[in-house]
């Protein structure tokens, strides 16, 4: 009687893939978020976190990420904001356990900066108002003639509209802080009470609030925009004639200067009728003096 033989076949093992990283998208500006994910990277099996880390160039951390024990995974990263322009490498590394790394190319692209020309301004020339004269005065008895000319006191306000591209004079515009933080400008040098006033500022923190101040009091608040530049009308519940700043707060602070006058005009009519009494009185007592020598 012949006994039983059994056969072992051995199953060969599933052959393992090299390490290989996907990166989408490989291209974008700085800034660009990315995902990457992952083939043949095999943790053991023991390893209880499958994580790794996201390197730029082989330095920076900009990700992270995990894997499964089949050897794949994925994650996402974001491209430095001071990447330059140009390939560089980004890499896969495990941060738990030993296993293998995985590295590809992403392609760094500077977008062109954005000009903007506003147009021209045009300045009105001021507006001078004519000298006024009265005409002479006659009277009698005796003849004598008195010409008066009354005094004419005329102010004239002149509104100049300042370009935001053209740098301020030191007159209008002065900032606490260094030229190169920013500046603040008043579209007019000269108001009166009531006017239109409207503050223009750069140099403030992206999306910072600004608080204008003048004589101690709010006068205009609002919001930076993403360039660090606002604008805001300029509102003062009382103010008085002479020069003063207004303050622009927003992290920095800037000031610019601005002139309240108050206009105003005044004849000689009152001074025109004195005169004219004075001469009245003095011809009477003329008059009552050669009738009384006639009379003698």
Known sequence: MMAGVTVLVATPAAAQQPPA???SPNVGAPGTG?????TGIYFPRTCEFRTVRVLWDGKTVVGSGSGDSNGTGSGSATVPANATAGSH???????????????NNYTVQIPPPVTTTR???TTQPPVT???VTNPPVTTRPPVITTTTT????????TTTTTDSSTPPSSSTTDALTNPDDGVLVLDKENIQPGDDLTATGT???????VTLKSLGQDVGKTTADENGTFRSPVKFSSIEPGRHKVRAECGIVLVGNVDVTLSSSSGGTTSTLVVLLFFLLVGAAMLRRQFSGLRR
Not at 150 to 157: A, F, G, Q, W
């Open 119 to 121: 147009p021209p301004v």
């Open 21 to 23: 990283l996907t990166v």
């Open 129 to 131: 108002n004519p000298p």
């Open 203 to 209: 140099g403030c923190p992206k999306g910072a609030d």
């Open 34 to 38: 990315f995902k990457v994910s992952w």
């Open 89 to 103: 490498r980004v890499t896969v590394q495990p941060t738990s356990c030993q296993a293998s790394s995985a590295s």
């Open 150 to 157: 009354p005094p004419v006191t005329t102010t004239t306000t």
